[in-house]
């Protein structure tokens, strides 16, 4: 039996070694067209900055070390250009040499990936606009820094974009950050994301959201190029990073006739299977499903490449295998902090009408009384009837575990009751005795059963308007340092002796209650809805609403003065 991998590194190279696994007979033959088969895609901006210096640091395997170890015929620089479906082969091209073969296959796995998107503008094929996707690229990067480049601009701000972006304020150049959507790193809702903006502002990176690129022009700068915005602005810089999103690359597997969705990616069976029962297809060139929403959608992340290609792998085999849904669960470190997402976001939920609550807070990595416990800013997204949804967080240490157990609560299919009584390790040095997911369980079980009312910052302008009491209920010197107008305050510790006075001031109207995370306006709540007030009480705070509304109103000293998310 032979089969026949087109396309190595994820997805590709897991399938055929678990192939090699079950079948020490086949012939298995991987056919790449880059020169490496086996590396660390995600490890590319870690060694532009220099934290990896090793670039062999990057290369996993060999095409020598795969057949010494799982005896596999491994082609680098062997191009696939064409399928015939009927004849069962594939026509390839050696780069090197120029020549053409035809290989025939009894299985066919397509693991051909993905590749950057360059819009159609002009200036784009410059030497100094770079993507970064391979070896080769962040090799070329590499050459574009150590030749002397002081200035970059980097066009958008999804994963790749920011981590691009530490790397190349690591190496000490000047950074322009380019997005068009209206927020950096849309993965996350905009309340999340703009602790992020902050972040990147606060290490000297010049941010510009809501910005399209129009061309690369020559320079007027002194620099190497000039950036053009749709706007006119000319950005000068020595090199460009287009980190813009990907796309399937799927030329291969249109030609051939495959079932493509209207996205352009293969569309598969739950064994991997194309629309051909003799092709297989893993990767970033595959449609997914979204294991919230059901909805269909493309998901290029190395996780979900390697699980694919070993169950491509079973079904060549015979093995009744079926794959899962995909969570899209992803993190990213920007600097001091660390960003992730598992699930589908709120804005994305909406879009999809899908009924759904979110509850923010602002819980310590670990025992608040051990020292150095840093705050995690969690939103957990559920269901009326209490089913997890999705989670994002953003922190400076303790992030990945809480996303990662918020992951595998959301795959097993648990709830926010779950969440509640989840058994986590506990010691003063990595967590507290009621966890941060412990934490968020309590406060979505509170909305669901009554106890707990919140509002949002998206109320924040109908709150001012004045049909509301604004009761603020911090210490006298935390509302001195800043407070929203209008606002009384009342300490929640003397709330019940103030009651009387509250009672007056809110005349018959409803109470929104606020403090810094969330935690003293519910015990505020509490109190006042004891009284027979109509209260509610801010979700995660202050905290979540400058991040929401950093053009929040803020009386500081009895002067009206924005506040930044950042201070």
């Given amino acids: 039996m032979r089969i026949v991998v087109v396309g190595g590194v994820a997805g590709g190279m897991s399938a055929a070694a678990r192939l090699r696994r079950l079948d020490e007979t086949a012939e298995i033959v991987v056919l790449e067209r880059g020169p490496d088969v086996s590396f660390a895609n995600c490890g590319l901006p870690y060694h532009v900055g220099g934290e990896i210096r090793n670039r062999s640091a990057l290369l996993l395997h060999t095409p020598a070390s795969l057949h010494a170890s799982l005896d596999l015929d491994v082609r680098v620089r062997h191009e696939v250009t064409s399928i015939d479906r009927d004849a069962r082969t ?128 020559d320079s007027r700068s002194g620099r190497a190029v000039d950036v053009v915005l749709s706007d006119g602005e000319r950005i000068g810089a020595d090199v460009v990073l287009l980190g813009v999103g990907v796309r399937p690359s799927t030329a291969l597997a249109r030609a051939a006739g495959l079932e493509l969705s209207p996205a352009g990616a293969v569309v598969v069976t739950p064994s991997q299977q194309t629309s051909d029962p003799h092709i297989w297809a893993v990767g970033d060139a595959i449609q997914v499903t979204d294991f919230v929403t059901g909805a269909p959608g493309v998901v290029p992340l190395a996780g979900p490449a390697n699980r694919q290609g070993r169950l491509a792998a079973d079904a060549i085999m015979g093995r009744h295998v079926a794959s899962s849904p995909v969570l899209g669960t992803a993190i990213v470190r920007v600097f001091g902090l660390t960003a992730a997402v598992t699930g589908p976001t709120s804005r994305r939920l909406t879009a999809a009408g899908v009924e759904h609550r979110v509850v923010h807070l602002h819980p310590g990595h670990h025992a608040g009384y051990y020292p150095g416990a840093e705050s995690i800013h969690l939103a957990v997204i559920f269901a009326p009837d209490g089913g997890l949804l999705g989670a994002q967080a953003v922190g400076s240490a303790g992030v990945d575990k809480r996303i990662d157990v918020l992951a595998t609560a959301l795959r097993a299919g648990m709830t926010v009751d779950d969440l509640a009584e989840l058994e986590l390790a506990y010691a003063p040095p990595f967590g507290s005795a009621k966890d941060a997911i412990n934490m968020a369980g309590f406060l979505a079980q509170n909305v669901l059963d009554g106890m707990l009312t919140t509002w949002s910052a998206a109320e924040l302008d109908s709150v001012l308007d004045g049909s509301v009491l604004l009761l603020d209920v911090r210490s006298a010197r935390e509302f001195a340092v800043g407070h929203l107008p209008g606002a009384l305050n009342v300490p929640h510790t003397r709330l019940r002796g103030r009651i009387d006075e509250v009672v007056e001031a809110a005349a018959g109207r409803p109470v929104r209650a606020l403090c810094a995370s969330g935690f003293r306006s519910y015990l505020a709540h509490r109190v006042l809805t004891s009284h027979g007030l109509d209260s509610a009480s801010l979700d995660g705070g202050l905290t979540t609403l400058l991040a929401a509304r950093p053009d929040a109103p803020i009386v500081v000293d009895s002067v009206r003065e924005p506040v930044l998310a950042s201070r």
Avoid: K, N
Avoid at 96 to 122: F, K, R
């Fill in 90 to 217: 594939v026509t390839v091209r050696d780069l090197e040499a120029g020549t053409d073969a035809v290989l025939g296959y009894d299985a066919l796995v397509l693991a051909t990936g993905a590749e950057p998107i360059v819009p159609p503008l002009p200036g784009l094929d410059r030497p100094e606009v770079r993507t970064l996707r391979t070896v080769p690229d962040a090799d070329a990067l590499r050459d574009l820094l150590d030749a002397g480049a002081q200035s970059a601009v980097v066009v958008g701000a999804g994963f790749i974009g920011l981590e691009t972006v530490e790397a190349f304020r690591h190496r000490g150049l000047t950074v322009t950050l380019v997005e068009l959507a209206p927020q950096v790193l849309p993965a996350l809702d905009a309340d999340m994301a703009s602790m992020i903006e902050a972040e990147l502002r606060a290490h000297d990176v010049d941010v510009r959201t809501g910005a399209g690129l129009a061309a690369v022009e």
